[in-house]
Structures are given as structure tokens and as C-alpha cells.
């Protein structure tokens, strides 16, 4: 990029575009732009502000009704974004540690998650820079930048991976093929689908379609989910579970302290990890007709206000279902349709692929939001648009197929686990490590925001640290690891 598009201290430049291609005539753009409602947080932006329309061309094309620039289909967005299959092991983690340990991990990452966010609303409310590559690119530099990209790579593609490989997990248990033939035949299908849902959200503005579908089919298994729970202890198939001679970690009781901490840490992550939604959260504001502090603040309060509450149900209806939690409810769906309810066995399984599905093009905004970056936005066609697509869905389809048909050879190394552990380190440094470095290089260190913002950053480092090594350790050592009584 060239040195007039660097952001110079105490002189940060509004962008009018989502993306910004390196010698595009940046510079000309600028001299338009007028000026919008500002968060007034940072500092270098206290300006007394007039609200306006945001001066980015925005898609206000949408479906049933709704504008895809309006506000309730930012909330939709945003909710879908942060929502997925991470939140169906949150129920175990009551089952080992204890409801009030739980909570308390809970309600710490719930408040640390809210706070990041808030910061990187604030920011891009006064820069207009709707991507996180593009503020970490202005702000700290290219090498922050490729800190970033692998990352949010890193941590989006295991979410795709974790995504594809439980659906076909899913429709492979259902259907019993096992033909090689039909196995083909089921990739073939699926890549084909995932290429067209992920080229269709290449218009952020479209993207509300597969939201309202997705948080649709979630709404409907959250609701399965409550009514069986409720019947279930009621019919008294369930016993107490709340009522325990040991609310801190009954199942690791009796264990050492050591271990008790590291499991602690391993709980914060997994919350990090169900949480992560920082890499989308520019992007899809920006698709807002209108971004100012004050819609900006109502989108953030109710996206968050819906994800939180859905995350405290799957949680605690997840742990009453049954007497013994499983490590992710869902799997063992002979729990959760019993009796009369086994009829409603496989439209459940279907809701869950679809909400599966649909999540898999909200992720890769954040692999599309890197390769725009790196190539600038006027140079990709739909042609390598659509190219770029295939290989990465190639790449990811062919991952799943390898974990599921090779399973037996690399079950030592419980990739599941891996996962969580690559997710849970990086998921640090999207949520915290990045947004609170952004921040503080625009206001300083001195600052409450800045200096509240460095401890829990300095708190979930050293968690992540902890946990990351913990889970190798457990991992090569044979040791029990998450999930494992």
C-alpha cells in the first residue's frame, strides 16, 4: 500500500469503501466524505459530529420484507456470527466443574467478550474501517496484519472443519452409506452447495437470508431442546441436578489443585472459543445503513443481549437433559428423542445440518476479509472470486474426508482437542490480544478503557498459555484431557 494510505499518528484517515485496493486512489476518495455520528472515545476523533448516512455504497436489496442495511438484520448477522456448534460443549462444562465454577467462567468470559467488542465498535464507529484486517493493517502495520490473517485463518477453517465433519458425521449415521461411490457422491454435492451459500454472502447485504434460516433452525432446536429437558426431569428420568454435595468440581473430585486450575483455564478457552465473532463483527456493522454510536451501541446491545441468553440456556437445559452430559449434546440424539418423541428424531437432524450449513459462508466472511486485504477488491473477479472459493472448500471438504475415513489412525491424537486448543490460543488473540492493542495505539495506555483492557488481556494470555500447553501435554502424554472422566 502506499505511504499516503498509512494511517499517520494522531491522523486517522475514514476509508469510504468496505475494502481498499493498494494505489486505488484512496487519497481522492477521501476529500468526499462527510462526516459521521462519532463514538467521541477516541481521542484523536472528539469532533462535535452531525448524524448522516455512511458515505460507503451499500446493497439495500433484501428478502421478505427486510433491508439488507437494516438494522435487524445486522442483529440477525451478528447473533448467527457468534452462534455455533462451540456452544453444544458449554453443558458439560457444568457436568465436570460444577455450577458454580461454571458460572463463574461464564460470567468472566461473558463481560471480557462484551468489553473487546465494545472497544472495536468504538473504533470503527469514528474510522469507518469495516474490517479487521484493514484496521489491524492501518493501525499496527503489515506484520501485525499477518499475525492477524493467520489466526483468523487458523481459527475459522478448524470452525468449518468442526462444521463439515459433524455434518457428514450426521447424514452418514442417518442414511448407512458406506459405498465409496456414495461417498463421492455426498462431497461432490456438498462442495457444490457450500461454493454457491459462500458465493452469495460475497454481498454482505444478502447475507440476512441465510441468517433469518439459520437462527431459525437454532431457534427450533433450542426449543426441542427445553421442552424435552423440562419433561424429562418432571417425569423424573432426570434426577437433581442441582443438588450436590460438591458444586465445585464434582467430577474431577478428588484431584489436585494443579489440575483443578489447568481445567479452570481449559473452561475460560472453550467459552473464547464459543465466543469468537470479533473477525465478522466490523464487516457486518458496516453493512448498517447508518453507522453511528448511537444504532451501532442498540446493535451491539441486542446481538449480544440474544447470544448470551442463548448461550445460559444451551447451557443449562443441555445439563438437565440427561444424567450423564455427554461432552456435546446433540451427538446422541437417543437421549433427547425418546419414546414419543423419536418421530421427531430426524427432522431435528436435519434442522442441525441446515444451522451447521449456513454458518460454514457466515465464517468464511473472515477468509474472504483477508484475501480482499491482501488483494485489493477491484482486482478479484468473480472468476477468481470463484476459484479461491472452490479451493479453500476443496481444502476443507478433503480435511473432513481424511479425520473421518482415518479416524482409527490418528484417534491418539484427538484432533477434536487440538482444536479446541489451536481455537482457544488464537481466539485470544482475535479477542483480546488485537482489539486492545488497536485501541491503545489510537488512545494511549493511560486511559481506564486501555489500562482494564491490558488485564484482561494479560489474564486470558496466561490462560491460554496454560491451556494450550496443558492440552499437549495431556494429549501425547495419554493422560485425560476434556471430555474424558
Known amino acids: 500500500m502506499s505511504d499516503e494510505c498509512r494511517m499517520e ?3 486517522v484517515e475514514q476509508p469510504i469503501n468496505l475494502y481498499h485496493s493498494r494505489g486505488s486512489g484512496f487519497s481522492e476518495d477521501l476529500e468526499n466524505i462527510e462526516e ?5 472515545d477516541n481521542i484523536i476523533f472528539q469532533k462535535d459530529n452531525s448524524t448522516m448516512e455512511v458515505a460507503n455504497q451499500k446493497n439495500k436489496s433484501g428478502y421478505l420484507c427486510i433491508k439488507g442495511d437494516s438494522e435487524f438484520s445486522c442483529i440477525l448477522n451478528l447473533a ?3 452462534i455455533g456448534g462451540g456452544c453444544f460443549s458449554f453443558p458439560y462444562i457444568i457436568y465436570e466443574g460444577g455450577i458454580i465454577i ?16 465494545d472497544l472495536m465498535r468504538s473504533f470503527v464507529v469514528d474510522t469507518k474501517y469495516y474490517s479487521f484486517a484493514l484496521i489491524t493493517e492501518k493501525t499496527l502495520g503489515p506484520k501485525w496484519l499477518k499475525v492477524y490473517a493467520f489466526s483468523s485463518f487458523t481459527i475459522y477453517t478448524s470452525m468449518e472443519v ?3 465433519s459433524s455434518i457428514y458425521l450426521y447424514i452418514k ?3 448407512g452409506f ?7 457422491l455426498y462431497f461432490i454435492i456438498s462442495i457444490i452447495i457450500e461454493v454457491i451459500i459462500c458465493l452469495h454472502i460475497t454481498k454482505i447485504a444478502n447475507m440476512h437470508l441465510l441468517s433469518m434460516i439459520s437462527i431459525t433452525c437454532f431457534t427450533l432446536m433450542l426449543f426441542s431442546l427445553i421442552v424435552v429437558s423440562i419433561v424429562s426431569n418432571n417425569s423424573g428420568q432426570v434426577e437433581d441436578k442441582f443438588i450436590s454435595a460438591n458444586l465445585f468440581f464434582p467430577k474431577l473430585s478428588p484431584d489436585t489443585t494443579v489440575n483443578k486450575i489447568l481445567k479452570f483455564s481449559s473452561y475460560l478457552m472453550i467459552y473464547v472459543y464459543g465466543y469468537s465473532y470479533h473477525s465478522t463483527f466490523p464487516t457486518l456493522i458496516g453493512s448498517l445503513h447508518s453507522v453511528n454510536n448511537t444504532i451501532t451501541k442498540k446493535v451491539h446491545y441486542i446481538s449480544f443481549g440474544i447470544i448470551c441468553v442463548a448461550y445460559f440456556l444451551i447451557s443449562i437445559f443441555g445439563y438437565i437433559l440427561s444424567n450423564e452430559v455427554p461432552t456435546e449434546i446433540f451427538q446422541e440424539d437417543d437421549k433427547l428423542f425418546f419414546g414419543v418423541w423419536a418421530t421427531l428424531r430426524k427432522p431435528f437432524k436435519y434442522s442441525l445440518i441446515i444451522f451447521l450449513l449456513f454458518l460454514i459462508p457466515i465464517r468464511f466472511i473472515v477468509v474472504r476479509d483477508n484475501y480482499v486485504i491482501l488483494f485489493g477488491e477491484k482486482r478479484i473477479t468473480f472468476f477468481k472470486e470463484l476459484f479461491i472459493v472452490f479451493i479453500y472448500i476443496l481444502i476443507c471438504n478433503i480435511l473432513v474426508f481424511c479425520v473421518a475415513e482415518f479416524e482409527t489412525y490418528v484417534k491418539h491424537l484427538q484432533i477434536k482437542n487440538l482444536v479446541q486448543a489451536f481455537g482457544g490460543f488464537f481466539g485470544v488473540i482475535i479477542a483480546f490480544c488485537l482489539p486492545v492493542i488497536n ?3 489510537i488512545n494511549g495506555k493511560k486511559k481506564l478503557k486501555s489500562i482494564i483492557g491490558y488485564l484482561i488481556l494479560a489474564i486470558f494470555s496466561i490462560t491460554g498459555i496454560l491451556c494450550g500447553g496443558n492440552t499437549f501435554y495431556q494429549i501425547f502424554s495419554g493422560k485425560p484431557y476434556f471430555g474424558e472422566n
Open 9 to 11: 499518528p494522531f491522523n
Open 36 to 40: 459521521d455520528l462519532s463514538s467521541n
Open 80 to 82: 448467527v456470527s457468534a
Open 102 to 117: 461454571s458460572f463463574i467462567a461464564f460470567v468472566f468470559v461473558t463481560f471480557s467478550i462484551y468489553y473487546s467488542i
Open 162 to 164: 468442526s462444521y463439515l
Open 173 to 175: 449415521t442417518m442414511h
Open 178 to 184: 458406506e459405498n465409496g461411490l456414495y461417498i463421492i
Open 439 to 441: 485501541y491503545v495505539s
